[in-house]
C-alpha cells in the first residue's frame, strides 16, 4: 500500500480481506492502481462500499469454487503471497491455520512469497509446503490474527437448545464462527461419538473434544480426525493446533466439495441466515439489492447433505431484526416495505430442510407450499404472526 501509486492494474484477492489497507483502498483513484478482489466480504463495511462503487470486484462464488478460480477460471494469479511456519529439517513449512485456496495458488502462481512466522502453528493434512515450492522467503514475528469469542444472548440460548435438539449422536456436524455456534456448542456436550467435516474450525470445537463429544471415533471417511481448511480463535485455539494429529487440514474444494461432504454419515450443517421466507428460501449474503458478505460454504453444506441418506441442514436465525422491529421470517422480501430487505436468495426452497427460531423448529423437506409457510409462521415471533398469515392469504399462501 505505501508504493500503490507506483503500481498500475494491480489486482489484490483475498478470501475476506480486512485490516487497515482497506482503509487505504477507499483514496479517490486507489482502484487504478489497487483493486481488491474477494467472494466474501462480510464484516467489512468499507469493502462493501467498494463493491457497490464498482471500485473492487466480487465473484458470486461459493468458497468451493476459488481453487477452479485460480486454475480453469478468470483468475489465474501472479504472485502468491502467504504465511507459513518456518521449515522443519526436511524444508517442510506448513500453511498452518488455513490451508483453503492455497495449494491451487501455489501451482498457478508464477511467482510465490512465503511469510516465514514463528507464531504459525504446525497442522497436518494438505499442509505441507516445501521450500523448493517458494520462490522468496521474508522471516517475521508477529501474533496471528485473532478471533475472539463472541457474546452469547439469552434468544441465541435458545437458538442452540433447539439446534442441539435436532443433532443426533455420532452425527457428523459443520459449524461456524459467531455467537450462535458458540451457543449450540454448549448443548452438544452431551453428544455421544460426534464427528467434525467443515470449512471453518471454530474455537468452541476444543471444549466439545474436552467434554468427549467429539470424538471421531464412528465417522464413515477420515475416522478420528477433525477435517477443516481454515481454523478461527484465538492463541489458545492456536497453540492447541500446533502439531495435533487429530486435525485433518483440507483444501476448500475438497471438504467444500458436495460429494465428499455426502459420505460422512449423519452430515448436519447448521448455518446462520439473515432472513427467510414462507416459500423456503433462504438469505444470507445481501441486503436489498446490496452485498452484505458472500455465500461463503452455505451452498455447498447445503447440498451435501442432502445427497447424504441421513444428512441434516439446519439454518438458524433470530426472529427478528433491529431491536425486535423487523421480522426476519417473511411471506417474500417483495411484500416488505423494508429497502434493506435481502431480495437475492443465497439458497433457493428447492433445497431447504430445518428452519429454526429461538421459537421452535419447523421441518419443511416433506411439507407443501401451504404447510410450510404454517410451520415457518409459527416459529416466527409472535408479535409479526398475525401479519404474516394476513400477507400469506394475499398471496394464496394460507386460506
Known amino acids: 500500500m505505501d508504493r500503490a501509486h507506483e503500481l ?16 487505504r483502498c477507499l483514496e479517490p483513484g486507489m482502484e487504478e492502481h489497487l483493486r481488491c478482489v474477494t467472494v ?3 464484516g467489512v463495511r468499507n469493502l462493501l462500499q467498494l463493491i ?11 468458497l468451493s469454487r476459488i481453487p477452479w478460480l485460480f486454475r480453469a477460471g478468470p483468475y489465474r494469479p501472479d504472485v502468491f503471497i502467504t504465511t507459513l511456519s518456518p521449515p522443519d529439517e526436511q524444508g517442510y513449512c506448513s500453511l498452518g491455520v488455513s490451508v483453503d485456496y492455497a495449494r491451487a495458488a501455489l501451482e ?10 514463528e507464531s504459525m502453528p504446525r497442522t497436518s493434512g494438505d499442509s505441507l509446503v516445501h521450500t523448493s515450492q517458494i ?17 452469547i444472548t439469552s434468544d441465541e440460548r435458545k437458538l442452540g437448545e433447539q439446534v442441539a435438539g435436532l443433532v443426533e449422536d455420532e452425527a457428523t456436524i459443520q459449524i461456524g464462527f459467531g455467537s450462535v455456534s458458540e451457543a ?16 471453518m474450525l471454530p474455537e468452541s470445537a476444543m471444549t466439545l473434544i474436552e467434554e468427549g463429544a467429539l470424538t471421531g471415533g ?36 475438497y471438504t467444500n466439495d458436495s460429494r465428499i461432504i455426502a459420505l460422512n454419515n449423519k452430515m448436519t450443517s447448521i448455518n446462520t441466515a439473515l432472513q427467510v421466507d414462507l416459500y423456503g428460501n433462504i438469505y444470507s449474503d445481501s441486503l436489498g439489492f446490496d452485498l452484505y458478505s458472500g455465500a461463503g460454504g452455505q451452498p455447498d453444506f447445503m447440498f451435501g447433505t442432502q445427497l447424504c441418506p441421513n444428512g441434516k441442514s439446519i439454518i438458524v436465525l433470530l426472529s427478528t431484526a433491529s431491536k425486535g422491529s423487523i421480522s426476519r421470517i417473511v411471506v417474500h422480501p417483495k411484500m416488505s416495505e423494508n429497502p434493506r430487505a435481502p431480495s437475492m436468495p443465497t439458497v433457493t426452497r428447492f433445497h431447504s430442510d430445518y428452519v429454526v427460531t429461538e421459537w421452535g423448529v419447523a421441518s419443511l423437506r416433506n411439507l407443501t407450499v401451504r404447510e ?5 409462521i409459527e416459529i416466527a415471533h409472535p408479535d409479526f404472526r398475525d401479519e404474516l398469515r394476513r400477507d400469506a392469504k394475499k398471496v394464496g399462501l394460507t386460506s
Not at 498457478?108 to 512466522?117: K, L, P
Not at 477435517?227 to 492463541?235: D, L, Q, R, W
Open 52 to 62: 457497490k462503487d464498482g471500485r473492487a470486484d466480487f465473484y458470486p462464488i461459493p
Open 372 to 376: 410450510r409457510a404454517q410451520a415457518l
Open 8 to 23: 498500475d492494474g494491480v489486482r489484490l484477492f483475498h478470501c475476506r480481506p480486512f485490516g487497515s489497507f482497506v482503509e
Open 135 to 151: 520462490d522468496y522467503m521474508v522471516r517475521v514475528a508477529e501474533s496471528i490474527y485473532e478471533m475472539p469469542s463472541a457474546e
Open 108 to 117: 498457478t502462481a508464477g511467482v510465490v512469497i512465503g511469510e516465514m512466522n
Open 184 to 199: 449450540v456448542t454448549s448443548f452438544l456436550k452431551e453428544k455421544k461419538d460426534l464427528g467434525m467435516h467443515t470449512e
Open 40 to 42: 466474501f466480504a462480510g
Open 218 to 253: 464412528k465417522k464413515t471417511i477420515h475416522q478420528g480426525k477433525i477435517v477443516c481448511t481454515f481454523c478461527a480463535g484465538t492463541k489458545r485455539l492456536y497453540d492447541w493446533l500446533n502439531e495435533n494429529p487429530q486435525i485433518e487440514m483440507r483444501t476448500v474444494d
